[in-house]
């Protein structure tokens, strides 16, 4: 086959781009033809890029569309996968109208929601609406703080906004995460039938490191510290808790000023550590001696992968019931999901799992066991393959019958355009 990804950047900086770069070389291992269109590059580990795409092309705003249709038309591809992309909105006008199957990977909320993070930066309050006029009044979600620019407050065009998530209603098929975001596609009008849940596993990193669960009853928080990510909750939970413990914070953002003096004001200085980003080896040595790990999400998550990771090393995991973590995150059988911002319940579970150290471990044996199977590499990188194939196939009919897959959307001037 031949598969054209479509991403807005080229190198690696977060996990839709490890994602890609996975994808893309396992494929390319298989047999398959890739190709890349993106909008920006980075410099870090892009020679790796060049290696597995080794046809590329840059659309940015001071690109041409005949140059970009120039480029497509050269590689023919059996299908089209959109894995993250917002502007220019022009790439996604173009694909959707060319004729080929056309996939979109709905990796966050940027699809249906103008923020980006459904929910309120000021009461961290979740959206629960489809994307409408109420994002403008009362929300004011067309308004957006800016870092690099003169002003603090900048703007976004709703009408923008609503184009593009109309051009997203005409792929042929979607990708999910979890089925907390295939349900916000159905609010927002998405048709069922064309949204498959993928969630995207990272390669198993084979791993005899098991948690010790000493005495040392340390609890670890590992990403982003910003207001979403409710470390401050985190905090209070530690607060609440009658069994010792040490804590270790590991990441940075805008919000870990202020959780660094909660801590001091809430007496936890000696017991919890703000240690920053830490390279690997220091994070596998933190999971080694851990006892639990806690994912204080008060934002819908859509995933929080973190999770998937540290079941792999046998850990329980505690987290506010969120978004998509009770995907993967069952009550009771690898770890606790508390209602969000209740401090005092996650304070509980944290308390009978350094309490009870062989409930722990069950409670880790069986995350691992989940996650060992649920969300294995090998069966993902099998039903992604499939899923192109059978776009391919589509496609092929279509051609040959007029319509394009079984919504019966008429594409013939399209497909005779494109080929």
Known sequence: MRILYVHETMGVLGGAESNVIITSSELKERGHDVALIYSRQTSWRSGTWDHVFEESFRFDRTTGTDELEEFVESFRPDVIYVHKWSEPIELLEYVVRSGYPCIRMIHDHDTYCMRGYRYHPLTRKPCNKPSGLHCVFPCLANLERTRNGHLPIG???????????????????????????????????????????????????????????????????????????????????????????????????????????????????????????????????????????????????????????????????????????????????????????????MGKALDMLMVDKAMARTLGDNGRNLVNSKYDFADYIQRLEKKFQESGR???????GGISGEDGHCRTVACTTAL
Request: proline share 4%.
């Open 155 to 345: 703007w976004k065009s709703y009408s923008s906004h609503r184009k593009q998530l109309q051009l997203n209603h005409d792929f042929d098929e979607f990708f999910v995460v979890t089925e907390f975001m295939r349900q916000q596609l159905l609010l927002n009008g998405f048709e069922s039938a064309r949204i498959s849940i993928m969630p995207p596993v990272p390669r198993q990193q084979e791993s005899s490191i098991t948690s010790s669960f000493s005495n040392r009853n340390l609890i670890v928080y590992a990403g982003q510290i910003i207001r979403g990510k409710g470390v401050d909750y985190f905090l209070k939970a530690l607060s609440t808790m009658e069994s010792s413990f040490e804590a270790a914070i590991l990441g940075d953002g805008s919000h870990r000023k202020y959780c660094e003096g909660l801590a001091r004001k809430l007496g936890l200085s000696a017991r919890v550590h703000f240690r920053g980003f830490v390279p690997q080896e220091e994070l596998m040595a933190c999971y080694s001696d851990a006892s639990a790990v806690v994912i204080s999400s008060v934002w819908p998550e859509p995933i929080a992968t973190i999770g998937l990771e540290v079941m792999r090393f046998g850990l329980p995991v505690v987290a506010f019931d969120s978004g998509g973590i009770r995907d993967w995150l069952i009550d009771g059988h690898n770890g606790f999901l508390v209602s969000p911002f209740d401090h005092a319940s």
């Open 394 to 400: 589509s496609r092929r009919v279509s051609l040959e």
